[in-house]
């Protein structure tokens, strides 16, 4: 399977000497979904900023196919309230100067994607928390990206919100075969959406590399073995890093 992104040995550090990754290095295969947990701190955000482009490493090298087209659903949805569902899905399209016929496909296509083909014309403050970040993950889709970023996208939903938006995400990338970086805090998310988890240490190194056996995702795998072998896996993983999570 070909590379979506080689790192290797990247590094960030801030002007007062804080320093938020260490020499991380790891390859992404194409279309792979991949989790990244870890304590507070220790440069989750940090890293798919820098892999993004929105932020530039102290040291170390990235390398991505060219023209590679990257989405990033943030930790809340950062909606303009004054645009309709339709707008704020539209806006990044505008801006970078997509005719209007194919900026119409590309928002009414991944609108129907997250569930919300019927929802275009309503406002943020209409929509309950689970809507909106249904439209920030449109957003995101609608730029037809390669590689889509999300850091922490369910964390402030409820358990039952959450559980159904990590389905929804699974039949997403199944259909639109992007590479996945899924930034969460919640050990079970991570087994039950990634093939891959990275555990980050609280000094800002890659700890682990975990594989996720089992390619079906369901209630049953929920109950399987593999899930709960995973899963204790990871937290052991976690408990032995030099903080709590």
Request: charged share 25%; hydrophobic share 40%; with cysteine.
């Amino acid at each position: 399977m070909s590379l979506a992104i080689k790192v290797n040995d990247l590094s960030m550090a801030y002007a007062d000497g804080i320093e938020v990754l260490r020499c991380f290095t790891h390859s992404f295969e194409a279309g792979s979904f991949t989790a990244i947990v870890g304590p507070s701190g220790c440069g989750k955000s940090s890293l798919l900023r820098i892999l993004s482009g929105l932020q530039s490493p102290s040291s170390g090298k990235i390398e991505t196919k060219p023209d590679t087209s990257i989405g990033y659903v943030f930790q809340e949805p950062t909606l303009l309230a004054w645009r309709t569902v339709y707008e704020n899905v539209a806006l990044p399209l505008k801006i970078k100067g997509l005719n209007q016929q194919l900026i119409h496909t590309r928002v009414v296509d991944a609108l129907a994607l997250v569930g919300l083909a019927d929802r275009q014309h309503a406002l943020p403050r209409e929509l309950s928390g689970g809507m909106k970040m249904r439209v920030s993950l449109a957003r995101a889709l609608a730029q037809n990206p390669d590689v889509l970023f999300m850091d922490e996208p369910f964390g402030a939903l409820d358990e039952l919100t959450r559980l159904k938006l990590d389905d929804e995400l699974l039949d997403i990338w199944r259909r639109q075969k992007c590479t996945i970086l899924f930034v969460t805090h919640t050990v079970s998310e991570a087994t039950y959406l990634a093939e891959r988890v990275l555990v980050m240490s609280s000094n800002g190194t890659l700890k682990d590399d975990i594989k996720i056996e089992g390619n079906t995702r369901n209630e049953a795998f929920r109950a399987s073995t593999a899930f709960h072998e995973a899963r204790l896996t990871i937290t052991k993983s976690l408990e032995h890093n030099e903080e709590a999570i």
